[in-house]
């Protein structure tokens, strides 16, 4: 009906009203090609509040999507996918929200999408991120991203934006997708891209949390040339991915709040522009130079009573981190900001999830803002709801911990210490599922590599050796299969499996030198360039190289690492996994473990000290600012009028527990008088230099305590990891104080320094629980303290070890651990297949430690109990 066409163009030629009096005549004859051009007309006219405004009253226009539907669902030959891309497309410009229609939209897609061609995957891809969430919506998504590989090269610009934004905005990663994405962009030239696609790109990558440094480089480039030519949502967004990736590129970030500072908020959408780059400059701890935060403050303070839950919980929890880095009018401005979000989280706490109540309950501590208290009970009494108690985390838990500490005892009620209680259960749970998630993504790339055996196209002689650098679950039984010889070499130690700071092959190289390599990617760049020389040294030219690990570790440096020393072959794919094969090319490595020793200067407790350190060291082998902080805690206490035995009994013994290169130990050796000092850690080469830092000090190389210690100690001293490698794993800080009371001296101290989010204290509790319901055990830990910074970003946990009784009743086997008759037992309560809120419930009622009392939990000098710098 070409003619009918013709007719719906002239009449929106003509106006709205014209198209809707043809709509409403003749609509009943209309095909698919008719009603995709009249809703794409409309879109025109009326844009994304047609489907708010006088048009969603027309009863011509309902008819047109009644209409709509039931084409949807005829064949392919009567829509097409051309129809139902426009469709789609015109619907989502519409601003439609109607999800009969969007479900037939999806279902269409759905059977035809292999006939779309790029601007119709790329108008699909738009609309579906808009559409309202229907059934088969995600399912979609993932089938666009595969379609998306072979049309990538085939986008314009502003389709490869389009279809990476969408793609963001329904929660689908395709790495595959965007490493092509990736290349095609630098390929075309981002001289081509729009300023609005330059930062639509920059920011589909953050969404997805897919990190390709050189084309985040590329684009800073770009964007520093046509600075005059950002807008301010541009800015926004550039300023946000940077922000995402944890880029602190000050340079940069300057130039675009100058350009910032320029334009008026409102381009863009005022309430977007200033959320994001407030929630940027916190994620940072950013201050930007200049009145720009002035001004976002100010519009904040305007816009503030109509931001939701969601926004007001970020934004509060940004202003807490930039708190304690503003001064003048711009601090008294950021109060008033957090006056006003406080008033809406507790005007809004009841609609908000457990994750906001317990960053916004960390907000709130840290601000302290007027009337905080009042609020802040409110959300006590959410988190203790028993949904939310349900659906929180470990990150929550610590956040609600650290709250419900800086209240003080005073207006404390019985509500806070039910809370800690289904804390530390929930605490115990969170602890042996991410156990079991961290071993899953750790082990995953190892599995990869041995069921691919990229050795077979290598073609090696039987009984040849492989060098395996890093854990080899999994790679040594297949190499062993194939008939290979396995040498291993292991930085860091691991259970009972020996470790070296450098490969020791003397013996094995006389019988048979290694022919190739496998190496696990050990999460740090500069562990690997570390690992990669030494490999290198140890093969042949022509030797080939495999390496494996996880996008989200960074493995896909590899390339760039590679250079001189091997040349890339191949690289296969797996989800998130990767496995790239290499040869040894002629380039010299270094090789030797003294070439990459390191000499350096430190400021330790305001003394300059040399120091050696190696590659790869958290914090680069200097003092980070957690162990600076720890140290000066333990100075503040020691000059305070607090009492403090250790500082002022006789030497005392001391353990670095996860100790790097010593620098912990090092500063208690200066600021205590101290006896013997043993360094514990996992990793070789870390130890190989803190004996020539600390050759007074004792060294033990052992995955956590997978070793025999036969002495105990007065004081134990931490900055603990709580990763391993990638992932989240708290397996070690529990282990660290599951060991303390039999390693520690009567009287003995533990300080150890974490992050915000972790939930040490409620650890504590854990252990104590656990200690409870052991028979043997007459020690435990007390008088737990925290001593948090300022901005709440770190915090310095002290606990002594305290004894119990030896001599305590036997518990019977029909008594639970509480020692009611009619108690079930916490571990049979874990087990059953019941909602964890209930479980928890449950368990508190009768299983809470005795030690758990809140007046427990405060600490001396402050009136709230926060202990603030």
């Known amino acids: 009906m070409a003619w009918l066409n013709r007719e719906i163009t002239w009449a929106a030629n003509e106006g709205s009203d014209s198209l809707l009096v043809l709509i409403g005549q003749r609509s009943d004859s209309f095909n698919a090609i008719n009603i995709a051009t009249a809703l794409h007309r409309l879109a025109r006219l009326h844009g994304a509040d047609g489907g708010k405004g006088l048009l969603a009253q027309s009863d011509a226009f309902k008819s047109l999507i009644v209409k709509t539907t039931k084409v949807l669902g005829m064949p392919a030959t009567e829509c097409d996918a051309r129809a139902v891309s426009t469709i789609a497309h015109a619907s989502a410009g519409l601003g439609l929200r109607d999800a009969t229609l969007t479900a037939a939209i999806v279902d269409a897609s759905l059977a035809r999408l292999p006939d779309f061609d790029r601007q119709g995957v790329a108008n699909l891809a738009w609309a579906l991120a808009k559409l309202p969430r229907v059934k088969g919506r995600a399912k979609l998504g993932k089938q666009i991203a595969s379609s998306s590989h072979a049309l990538v090269w085939d986008f314009l610009p502003q389709e490869l934006c389009n279809v990476l934004w969408a793609l963001g905005k329904l929660g689908v990663r395709d790495n595959k997708l965007m490493s092509l994405a990736s290349e095609a962009a630098q390929g075309q030239g981002l001289e081509t891209f729009t300023p609005q696609g330059l930062s639509t790109l920059a920011a589909a990558y953050a969404r997805v949390g897919v990190f390709v440094e050189p084309l985040l480089e590329a684009i800073r480039s770009q964007a520093e040339e046509r600075l005059k030519e950002l807008n301010c949502r541009d800015v926004a967004q550039l300023v946000w991915s940077h922000a995402k990736f944890k880029l602190l590129r000050e340079d940069f970030l300057q130039k675009l709040c100058k350009r910032a500072g320029k334009l008026p908020l409102t381009e863009g959408g005022a309430e977007l522009v200033v959320s994001q780059l407030l929630w940027s400059f916190g994620t940072l701890r950013w201050v930007p130079p200049g009145p720009l935060l002035g001004v976002l403050l100010g519009q904040a303070r305007q816009l503030a009573e109509g931001f939701g839950a969601h ?33 809406n989280v507790e005007l809004l706490h009841m609609r908000m999830g457990a994750q906001e109540v317990g960053i916004s309950a960390w907000a709130l501590a840290t ?29 929550s838990a610590a956040h609600l911990e650290y709250a419900l500490r800086s209240l ?30 961290s071993k899953a993504f750790r082990e995953r790339p190892l599995q990869v590599a041995a069921e691919l055996q990229p050795w077979r196209a290598s073609k090696l002689p039987p009984g040849a050796s492989v060098l ?34 450098w490969p020791e092959l003397e013996e094995v190289v006389e019988k048979s030198p290694p022919c190739a390599a496998a190496m696990r990617y050990p999460d740090s760049g500069e562990s690997f360039e570390f690992a990669l020389d030494a490999v290198a040294a140890q093969l042949p030219e022509g030797a080939p190289l495999w390496v494996y690990g996880d996008v989200r ?13 091997f040349r890339l072959e191949a690289i296969h794919e797996e989800k998130d996994c990767r496995v790239i094969s290499a040869r040894r090319a002629t380039g010299a490595a270094k090789g030797s473990f003294e070439a990459w020793l390191r000499k350096e200067t430190l400021d330790l407790l305001g003394q300059p000290q040399e120091w050696w350190s190696v590659p790869g060291l958290f914090a680069a082998g200097q003092v980070d600012v957690m162990t600076q902080y720890l140290l000066d805690t333990m100075v503040s206490i020691k000059t305070s009028d607090e009492a403090w035995q250790l500082a002022e009994g006789e030497a005392c013994s001391v353990l670095d527990f996860a100790s790097g290169t010593g620098i912990l130990a090092a500063g208690v ?25 600390l050759p007074e000090a004792s060294q033990v190389l052992s995955d956590g305590f997978r070793c025999d210690l036969d002495r105990r100690f007065n004081l134990i001293i931490s900055n603990p990891p709580v990763h391993h490698g990638h992932a989240d794993d708290l397996d070690l800080l529990l282990e660290l104080l599951r060991a303390g009371p039999r390693l520690l001296e009567e009287g003995g101290e533990m300080w150890l320094v974490t992050q915000e989010h972790i939930p040490t204290g409620r650890l504590f509790e854990v252990v104590n629980l656990e200690q409870e319901g052991q028979e043997e055990s007459s020690s435990f830990y007390e008088n737990v303290s925290m001593y948090p910074t300022c901005d709440g970003r770190f915090i310095v946990w002290r606990a ?12 019977t086997h029909k008594r639970s651990s509480c020692g009611a008759e009619d108690c079930t037992p916490l571990k049979r309560i874990k087990r059953e297949n019941i909602p964890r809120a209930t479980r928890i419930k449950s368990a508190q009622k009768c299983c809470a430690a005795p030690e758990m009392r809140f007046q427990d939990f405060e600490a001396s000098g402050t009136e709230t109990g926060l202990g603030r710098c």
């Open 311 to 343: 926004r007001s919980v970020r934004l509060l929890t940004a202003l807490a981190k930039l708190a304690f880095l503003v001064e003048g009018d711009s601090n008294q401005g950021l109060q008033e900001v957090a006056l006003a979000l406080a008033a």
């Open 367 to 395: 601000l302290q803002p007027k009337g905080w208290r009042k609020v802040l009970r409110g959300l006590v009494e959410r988190a203790n709801q028993e949904q939310i108690l349900s659906e929180l985390n470990w990150w």
């Open 408 to 437: 003080s005892p005073r207006t404390s009620s019985s509500a806070p210490t039910e809370l800690l209680t289904s804390l530390t259960l929930l605490c115990r749970e969170e602890a042996q599922r991410i156990r079991v998630e």
């Open 468 to 501: 395996l650098f890093g854990p080899n679950r999994h790679l040594r039984p297949a190499l062993l299969q194939a008939g290979l010889r396995c040498v291993l070499w292991r930085r860091f130690a691991s259970g009972r499996c020996r470790a070296s700071a």
């Open 553 to 565: 570790e960074g493995v896909l440096s590899t390339t760039r690492a590679l250079r001189g020393l």
């Open 669 to 693: 050796m200066r600021l205590l008088t101290t006896g013997h000092v043993c360094l514990l850690d996992a990793d070789a080469a870390a130890l190989e230099a803190a004996g020539r830092n």
């Open 800 to 811: 002594g070890r305290g004894v119990r009784p030896v001599s305590r009743p036997r518990k």
